[in-house]
């Protein structure tokens, strides 16, 4: 008997696994593939997620594998500068290979004490007043008190608890891959930059060792079990170039489409969704990956406390009364983004204009926070525009703050040195500090980071840490 199984060892699986470990929780998770993936796709981590990377201890693992780039030129790839002040420490761009980047996380998960269990594809489950049954492919049965579908954007889980998947289904495809090239580099230069000027969906970058990484529209929607062929490519580069650069050798070749799906619901019993699962979009503006760890990133500690018996009754409901606006949000951005692609004189038209609006630097910030998913608000009720946000990794006088957050539990951190958590230490962390760099008195935050509560009275604190970490032990 596990406490959850999670099916799918992607980053948002992975991330979920440790998580709960955090809290002791016993996690089994399950993925089909015998293999981690061989594709070698550069995926970007954006400025929240390596926020969370830092409060876990994680980040300087994930930087010695990727390269750092400007906070900009995201937002529908208009090339824009990053804009000022923007308020975190890791305010840059982190392309990393999606390999490595799933190992890494799955490592951590392992080394807290996950088991990962692979060659195992959840084919089936039931779910009772206990907890749930879980079928395998090959028919073995094993069971938990929670299932968590990780398992992507054809989500197993999500079609066999028969919750819907509503959306828009791919209008336009483009083929992505690397390959060799025949031509110099000055000629590449020369034709992407003309290229560019109607077609924003084409690209040839420069990827190392001779290779260069490919994006090109594709003639039309296809059946997306059929890989794109070299042929493929040449046509299509053709078409959009007027030249096939003389690619040859491909190293892989893929395409993906536009559709946005976003699922009715991301709990049902026992079993939950996370991560592609629970969300598809257009890949642009590079979000998808980033929303998966962020959903595991929030609905970790609630399960966690669930199962350790001390959540609130409502706890667990706010996972997805948090994350299915934010999805909501991505899915129009990436929508609307995509549009901005479009080669039609309207969208142009538009684009040129926003381009134009993205020179005053809180239109630039705004659409960069939107981005990067720091300026996301969750709604706690009344309060301070703090309450509700993220809040950055501030000095206090140990050093960062991020630092005391490793364990991935509550914080109360007090500039009065009057008040208190006891009653909750077995949860919430207590720090006393008045030099801390915040201009408010107190905060509470939660284990995701998000600023729980603010204020200087300890009746109206002992009321939120009831609400967020359930009663006082004892
Ligand atoms: C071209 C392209 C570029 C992208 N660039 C970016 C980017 O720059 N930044 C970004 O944030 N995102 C990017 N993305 C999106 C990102 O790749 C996905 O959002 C991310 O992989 C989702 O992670 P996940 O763990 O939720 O799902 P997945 O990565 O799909 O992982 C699901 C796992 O579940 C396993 N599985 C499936 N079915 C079962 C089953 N029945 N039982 C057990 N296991 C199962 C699968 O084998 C897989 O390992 C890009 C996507 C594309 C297509």
Known sequence: MFDVIIAGCGPTGAMLAAELRLHDVRVLVLEKDTEPKSFVRIVGLH???????????????????????????????????????LDSPYAYLLGIPQPVIERLLEEHALELGAQVRRGCAVAGFE????????????????RSRYLVGCDGGRSTVRKLLGVG?????????????EMEVGVS???????????????????????????????VPAAGVGDRAEPPTLEDFKQQLRAIAGTDFG???????????????????????????????????????????????????????????????WAPETLLDTYQAERHPVAEDVLDNTRAQMELLSAEP??????????????????NRYLIEKITATGIRYDFGEGPDLLGRRLRDIDVKQGHLYALLHRGRGLLLDRTERLTADRWSDRVDYLADPTAALDVPCVLLRPDGHIAWIGDDQQDLDDHLSRWFGKPAG
């Open 165 to 177: 998947f509503p959306g828009v289904p791919s209008q336009t495809e483009t083929l992505m891959g």
């Open 47 to 85: 400025i929240r997620s390596l926020e969370l990377m830092a409060m876990r201890g994680l980040l300087e693992r994930v930087l010695r594998h990727g390269r750092q780039r400007p906070a900009a030129g995201f937002f529908a790839a208009i090339p824009k500068p990053a804009p000022k002040g």
């Open 127 to 142: 779910q009772d007043d206990e907890g749930v049954t879980v079928e395998l492919a090959d028919g073995e049965q094993l």
């Open 185 to 215: 580099q000055e000629e590449i230069a020369a034709k992407v930059t003309e290229t560019r000027e109607t077609h924003q969906r084409f690209w040839l970058r420069p990827f190392g060792a001779g290779v260069y990484s490919v994006v």
């Open 247 to 309: 690619v040859h050798s491909p190293r892989w070749l893929s395409r993906f489409g536009d559709a946005t799906r976003l699922a009715e619901r991301y709990q049902a019993g026992r079993v939950l969704l996370a991560g592609d699962a629970a969300h598809i979009h257009p890949p642009i503006g590079g979000q998808g990956l980033n929303l998966g760890v962020q959903d595991a990133f929030n609905l970790g500690w609630k399960l966690a406390g669930q199962i350790r018996g």
């Open 346 to 363: 309207g969208p142009r038209a538009v684009r040129r204009l926003l381009t134009e609006l993205m020179d005053f630097d809180e239109v």
